[in-house]
């Protein structure tokens, strides 16, 4: 039998790479998200509004995410455990939403688990109402909230809790976003920092807000006003807080960038009866939406500056994650974040709790430098329900604080029952 010439070998070989190459490349693509794909609700939309109606609308609706945590410090510290572990609830969040005609939409959200938005449920445990508002639908192109709100800062923080693709908030977002940042991040990095004041996210005050979106393009906007005092709503006689508060986005098919920017007086209980300055700002940049998409990417920057009223003055916070997600089958979703975060002559702030409330303690002012790799796993089942499996490894790149090694597992069911159509 004739043998193959060497060159037709070559020419077959090459050729069937190009094959293999055309036909990866062309499954790859399939994962991609369309350009021409709607874009993303913004999410001030998605809290705010409800569709027009003539007659009143009542649903009952929340979130249940119960799940089981351990951190193993390593090696473990002389005022650290070998391991802790423990069940909790992430979040467990029943709500009630609806509108009053076509031009008065209403939005109460409580919270009952122990976590950043209700740090208090412990030993004095209690439930927070994380949000109460009014939204004026009477001018066009303007909604307007009244009430206590979730502050569009930050897309992290952001998110709602059944679709967040990850169970822990990086760190910056735990000290900036839903934190007063005033003292150095806990052990872990993971429950946010130890003595410091959470707001949750969570304002009281004015915001007029709205989104326009023309086929594969949206654009969004968010202005407001607030006091100042995160949810606690006790201390606003204490030298005249407040917030104003920028927001805007532009979304085109997958691709997605928006910007936020917060400055003001804040008023928290360590600081009693002083207030401090506070400038913050945050950035966040898309490619693909990742309550859904195949293939998505995600990065968020963080930065904020506080004039302390302590001896130490003013403090910096900066911290930023990049996040990469896939589903190779629809069910499946696997993720991969980095994230980083550092402060600079921040105070350090504990607080004991008595009768008549928060203590604060200052200490010397501390610079904390450190590093989080994460890796998740989500199962995505029928109606929103979603199982979650998260390793976090935080290196601390200038403190005497052991390596942290965490686990989180969560199972995150949302609810929702119509009372009045």
Same mark, same amino acid.
């Given at each position: 039998m004739k043998q193959p010439s060497k060159r037709r070998v070559r020419w077959a070989g090459v050729l069937g790479a190009g094959a293999l190459l055309a036909t990866s490349a062309t499954a790859f693509a399939g994962f991609m998200p369309s350009m021409n794909e709607k874009p993303m609700p913004a999410w001030t939309m998605v809290y705010g509004t409800e569709k027009p109606q003539q007659t009143p609308t009542m649903l009952l609706f929340g979130i249940v995410q119960p799940g089981y945590s351990?951190?193993?410090?390593?090696?473990?510290?002389?005022? #650290?455990?070998?391991?802790?572990?423990?069940?909790?609830?992430?979040? @467990?969040?029943?709500? +009630?939403?609806?509108?009053?005609? $076509?031009?008065?939409?209403?939005?109460?959200?409580?919270?009952?688990?122990?976590?950043?938005? #209700?740090?208090?449920?412990?030993?004095?445990?209690?439930?927070?109402? @994380?949000?109460?508002? +009014?939204?004026?639908?009477?001018? $066009?192109g303007v909604h307007v909230q009244v009430g206590q709100m979730l502050v569009p800062f930050g897309e992290e923080g952001l998110t709602a809790a059944g679709v967040l693709p990850w169970v822990n908030y990086s760190p910056a977002t735990y000290n900036i976003d839903y934190s007063e940042f005033a003292s150095t991040p806990a052990p872990n990095a993971i429950a946010g920092p130890s003595g410091s004041v959470f707001n949750g996210g969570r304002e009281m005050g004015v915001m007029a807000f709205n989104q326009f979106v023309h086929g594969p393009m949206a654009i969004n906007y968010a202005v407001g006003y607030f006091n100042g005092t995160a949810i606690s709503q006790t201390e606003s006689s204490m030298h005249h807080p407040d917030q104003a508060f920028v927001h805007g986005g532009f979304d085109f098919g997958p691709l997605g960038i928006a910007a936020s920017y917060e400055a003001g007086r804040q008023?928290?209980?360590?600081?009693?009866?002083?207030?401090?300055?506070?400038?913050?700002?945050?950035?966040?940049?898309?490619?693909?939406?990742?309550?859904?998409?195949?293939?998505?990417?995600?990065?968020?920057?963080?930065h904020a500056n506080n004039g302390q009223p302590a001896a130490q003055g003013n403090g910096t916070a900066r911290g930023w994650f990049a996040a990469a997600g896939f589903r190779p089958v629809k069910k499946f979703m696997g993720v991969f974040r980095y994230s980083a975060y550092n402060t600079e002559n921040v105070d350090a702030v504990s607080s004991a709790t008595g009768p008549t409330g928060l203590l604060p303690t200052f200490g010397a002012a501390s610079s904390v430098s450190l590093n989080q790799d994460s890796l998740i796993g989500v199962y995505l089942a029928r109606k929103g329900v979603r199982y979650y499996v998260e390793?976090?490894?935080?290196?601390?790149?200038n403190s005497t604080s052991p390596n942290d090694n965490a686990v989180s597992v969560m199972l995150s069911v949302p609810f929702g029952v119509r009372l009045l159509h």
């Open positions: 351990y951190i193993q410090a390593s090696p473990p510290g002389a005022t #650290n455990v070998a391991g802790n572990g423990q069940f909790k609830f992430y979040r @467990l969040r029943p709500g +009630v939403r609806g509108s009053i005609g $076509p031009n008065i939409d209403y939005y109460f959200l409580a919270e009952f688990g122990n976590n950043p938005a #209700n740090p208090n449920n412990g030993v004095f445990g209690r439930a927070h109402v @994380l949000d109460g508002n +009014v939204t004026l639908n009477y001018i $066009p008023a928290i209980a360590p600081y009693a009866p002083e207030s401090f300055h506070q400038n913050k700002y945050a950035v966040d940049v898309r490619f693909g939406n990742y309550t859904k998409d195949p293939l998505w990417l995600w990065y968020e920057y963080q390793f976090d490894h935080t290196t601390y790149n």
